[in-house]
């Protein structure tokens, strides 16, 4: 096994990953972090799930 993996559910997904980028010596602020995860931007995709009504 290459890397330990523990699911830490009290923290959300974005801030998964940025510690587990800060462990590796990598800076990586909220905001990309969650476009890793959403793949856009984190407005883009909230205003597509969530869209004015």
């Known amino acids: 096994m290459r890397g330990e993996f523990t699911i830490r559910s009290e ?3 974005a ?3 940025q ?3 800060a462990k590796q010596g990598i ?3 909220k905001e ?3 476009e ?3 793949g856009m931007p ?5 205003a ?3 869209p004015a009504p």
Do not use: F, Q, T, V
């Open 11 to 13: 923290l959300p997904p």
């Open 48 to 50: 597509r799930i969530n």
């Open 27 to 29: 800076g990586l602020d």
């Open 19 to 21: 510690e587990a980028a």
């Open 32 to 34: 990309a972090a969650r």
């Open 15 to 17: 801030d998964w990953w």
């Open 36 to 38: 890793k995860i959403y």
């Open 42 to 46: 984190y407005s883009e995709w909230k």
